[in-house]
């Protein structure tokens, strides 16, 4: 007997790679937070569904898809960037509000002073929101700390964040990811820090699954970034990173060379970059809210990632200066209006592919029997749709190991 059953449902399993894997008039039955059995209706073992499970659902026609996974945030932060956002309005370009000592500075400044718990509330906000939008599992970055006490604050509210709602956290390092002023004059010696000090120290507590950096101009060099990297693999973490964003630094290539999970933004990746990605299995992360957000006009280089089949993913890069958003189906929307993406990319681009993006492809990603029951049910009449509103989230349940998931509101 299964713990609970959803029939009536039509699945987007998302298995099959380059489909939706629809199943039409199906059921799912669940144990111990886990896909047991999935199929059409028809194909439903003998007997009444109140004999195969303890909990019955009836989705009446909904569809379920696997939880959505936003594989890119910096959600954790203090304060605001709207003053920025204004200044930006007014003329002055990212790059130089960031060389003026605001932007991602600014933001250090405001999460330094911020104690833990008016940074969990501030996040909480943030993930619930996501959490309406069918997320079972989010990545979540530091960087804004930039000291290793306030690092570990930032993945401290992360890991909190993960037990509190249930979901599916990945906590990701990104002490390279701008220079402090303490460090202003000496980038070399803030990566020495960054690897001898506070990687060693979040790495003690237990804070941290993943390693990224911000490789460029205005962060810092493949050297530096390799040394994080070096750094990582010593600690068995997996590494990913900002890559190509505003400039090509090769950024793509220096994450294949490291087997990285991903290289996210690459707008201004190259061929040579996408082919090594390929080789290596990195994931391309691609986020169409910053390049929204910062008006940016190259665009990611899609037909070369579908050519090398290097798998593409999609997230909110939620963060108070690029990407100062907590919806995923926006994003989906986005990628498909400003990127060219299909609304099955779109969904892959949040499903398996996000999945891959976290190492997380063998619990989750797709609705396959043994995989996590995470779950999102929607109120739909094609998948299509989830990629098709904008500002509005057709999620009827959000359900996480089995669990649903409730929102702190
Ligand atoms: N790239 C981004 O999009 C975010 N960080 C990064 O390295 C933006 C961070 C910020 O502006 O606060
Ligand atoms: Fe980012």
Known sequence: MWDAIWINAHLATMAPEGDYGIIKNGALGIADGKIRWLGEMSALPPGAP??????VHDADGKWMTPGLIDCHTHLVY???RATEFEKRLNGASYAEIAAAGGG??????ATNIADEDSLYNAARKRLDTLIG???????IKSGYGLTPESEAKMLRVATRLGTDTGLRVQRTFLGAHALPPKFKDDPDGYIEHVCKEMLPAVFRESLVD??????EK?????????????RAKKYGLPVKLHADQLSDQNGGALAAQYQALSADHLEYTTEDSIKKMAEAGTIAVLLPGAFYFLKETKLPPLDLMRQ???PMAIATDCNPGSSPSASILLMMNMACMLFGMTPLEALQGTTINAAKALGWQEECGTLEKGKAADLALWDISHPAELSYYIGFSPCAATIRGGQTLSTAT
């Open 50 to 55: 109140q004999e195969l499970a303890k909990e």
């Open 218 to 230: 205005i962060g810092f060099t493949p050297e530096q970034v390799a040394r994080v990297f070096e």
């Open 104 to 109: 991602i500075l600014s933001t250090v400044a």
């Open 308 to 310: 090398h089949n290097v």
């Open 210 to 215: 993943a390693v990224d950096a911000f490789g």
């Open 78 to 80: 203090g304060g605001s």
């Open 133 to 139: 939008e069918g997320v079972t599992g989010v990545e």
